[in-house]
């Protein structure tokens, strides 16, 4: 009994040494709770990734989604985005649930074909898909947004940020390269600083905290949000990683728009860091 409390106490010490160092050493803008608890998927991939990137890489992921006044709503903050993009030549992967597409304005889309932007599916539908509608909702995504915007998806943003092997296997056979941030097998890979391949597919996490974090969750105002992530960028550059930011089109009020310049601004002052789409990076690692 002795010996079997030992052993535990060592187990448990361990443990807690694995989530010290993980979230005060290896990387403290992890922006999931259960990986700081469990960050072993995380140091095994950083141990085993043959993926080394030439620069820090730097992506805003911009998600259309929500519901369809949601869209209505914000089309103008969009295009206003899209401007502020194209003024610091920052390059913007845009996820779309195609329920959505009817209520973006042409200006919105000419926005997005005519800048260095790209657009990604989000699914056909913005909820969980299940097993058996995966390759359809992926397939019809893609192929509606190939059309409207003359460009070729390669990226898919599970719906609610979700996805098991199943996608995997639905992103095969519909040619989809890569899957942004989410869960994959109860596990997060969130803030994994390199985009390493599963199943075929290339898995992006590299995610600091997000737009809907921290205005929603942690109510956080623009100034203070925009701190944290300024942290954040610059933390994951110096140590040489990929950065992505998750933002919504709900968060381009003038007031949120204008932190996001001054991030901007930041981005591009740091001369090491390379803002590109998500495409774009998986084509510098494959």
């Given at each position: 009994m002795t010996w079997f409390l030992i052993v535990i106490s060592i187990l448990i010490?361990?443990?807690?040494?694995?989530?010290?160092?993980?979230?005060?050493?290896?990387?403290?803008?992890?922006?999931?709770?259960?990986?700081?608890?469990?960050p072993y998927m995380f140091i095994y991939n950083l141990t085993f990734s043959k993926v080394k990137l030439q620069n820090p890489y730097f992506s805003i992921r911009v998600d259309i989604n929500t519901s369809r006044e949601n869209v209505k709503k914000h089309n103008e903050g969009v295009l206003e985005l899209i401007e502020l993009a194209n003024k610091y030549t920052i390059p913007i992967t845009f996820s779309i649930s195609t329920e959505y597409l009817p209520y973006i304005t042409s200006d919105v889309i000419k926005g997005i074909k005519d800048g260095n932007?790209?657009?990604?599916?989000?699914?056909a539908k913005h909820k969980k898909i299940t097993s058996q509608y995966q390759i359809?909702?992926?397939?019809?995504?893609?192929?509606?947004?190939e059309d409207k915007f003359?460009?070729?998806?390669?990226?898919?943003?599970?719906?609610?940020?979700?996805?098991?092997?199943?996608?995997?296997?639905?992103?095969?056979?519909?040619?989809?390269?890569?899957?942004?941030?989410?869960?994959?097998?109860?596990?997060?890979?969130?803030?994994?600083?390199?985009p390493f391949?599963?199943?075929?597919?290339?898995?992006l996490g590299g995610s600091i905290k997000s737009d809907y974090q921290l205005y929603e969750k942690d109510k956080l105002k623009s100034n203070k949000a925009l701190e944290v992530w300024k942290e954040a960028i610059g933390f994951r550059t110096k140590k040489g990683w990929y950065t992505q930011l998750e933002y919504h089109n709900?968060?381009?009020?003038?007031?949120?728009?204008?932190?996001?310049?001054?991030?901007?601004?930041?981005?591009?002052?740091?001369?090491?860091?390379?803002?590109v789409t998500q495409s774009e990076l998986i084509k510098e690692v494959s």
């Open positions: 010490l361990f443990h807690l040494i694995v989530i010290f160092t993980y979230n005060f050493v290896i990387n403290p803008y992890e922006p999931s709770i259960f990986t700081k608890i469990f932007h790209e657009v990604n599916s989000h699914g359809k909702s992926i397939k019809n995504s893609k192929k509606k947004l003359d460009q070729k998806v390669i990226g898919l943003i599970g719906p609610q940020g979700e996805h098991d092997s199943k996608t995997l296997k639905a992103a095969r056979l519909n040619d989809i390269k890569y899957i942004s941030s989410g869960t994959l097998s109860l596990l997060r890979y969130w803030s994994f600083p390199y391949e599963k199943g075929g597919i290339w898995l709900s968060s381009t009020t003038k007031e949120k728009l204008n932190s996001l310049e001054d991030l901007f601004r930041y981005i591009k002052s740091l001369e090491e860091l390379k803002p």
